[in-house]
């Protein structure tokens, strides 16, 4: 099925360990998103790429990089795993231009990480 | 900074009875976006429906309709007809003009819905 596909859906990390969340849609969409929830808090941005090979800091990036290697992958990664970074994760992209501007629309299922 | 509010953190409808989630922002600015999303137990998050600001007219996507109140700055969702498939966590999001990408969510309303 068409759409924004995430992996792993589940992970569990040891405090100072990296890793790399991977995020690929098959829509050609130009702009994706990672994004973290927490309880309690709504969604919140972490890093977003507007095309291939640009990304931008979003809410709340400290702890973590991006890379937008084509057009369809844009991958997260925690370079030294903290505590506070436990979380659901989602991946979104969208294929809006123009006037309602690049707003995410299609998410992925999530990654549930946890990090002891 | 913008922010998102909604009030409600639980709410509850009969089935197929009409249900109204209650979301408010703050901005400065003219020109936003506003969106309900909806986010099933599997945890998708599947766009409802959105409103530009810049439109008077109430946008409307089958049993989902939005009562936009652009001087009050609230946005509320009315789900007409509920069916057990529209138990969910709602959320209201924001987004500014132009090529500002940040979407603002509020932190959720959880709607049950009883047969």
């Known amino acids: 099925n068409a759409g924004v596909t995430q992996t792993p859906k589940f992970q569990v990390l040891k405090t100072g360990q990296s890793m790399t969340l991977q995020c690929a849609q098959d829509?050609?969409?130009?702009?994706m998103y990672w994004y973290r929830q927490d309880p309690g808090m709504g969604l919140r941005l972490i890093y977003y790429?507007?095309?291939?090979?640009?990304?931008d800091k979003g809410e709340v990036p400290n702890g973590y990089n991006v890379s937008r290697l084509n057009k369809r992958e844009f991958s997260l990664r925690l370079e030294s795993a903290a505590p506070s970074q436990t979380s659901v994760y989602f991946c979104a992209s969208s294929e809006e231009t123009g006037v309602l501007g690049n707003q995410p629309q299609h998410f992925g299922d999530g990654t549930r990480l946890s990090i002891l | 900074a913008q922010t998102v509010t909604q009030s409600q953190p639980e709410m509850s409808v009969q089935e197929a009875e009409t249900v109204t989630l209650s979301c408010t922002y703050d901005t400065s600015e003219s020109d936003y976006y506003l969106f309900w999303y909806k986010q099933p137990p599997s945890r998708q998050m599947i766009l409802v429906i959105r409103?530009?600001?810049?439109?008077?007219q109430n946008a409307t996507e089958n049993r989902f309709s939005v009562n936009f109140q652009k001087a009050a700055k609230s946005f509320s969702l009315k789900i007409s007809d509920s069916q057990l498939g529209d138990a969910a966590m709602y959320f209201c999001a924001y987004s500014s003009g132009g090529s500002n990408y940040k979407l603002t969510f509020g932190k959720g309303t959880l709607l049950t819905v009883n047969p």
């Open positions: 409103q530009e600001a810049y439109k008077q």
């Open positions: 790429s507007a095309s291939e090979g640009t990304t």
């Open positions: 829509m050609n969409h130009n702009s």
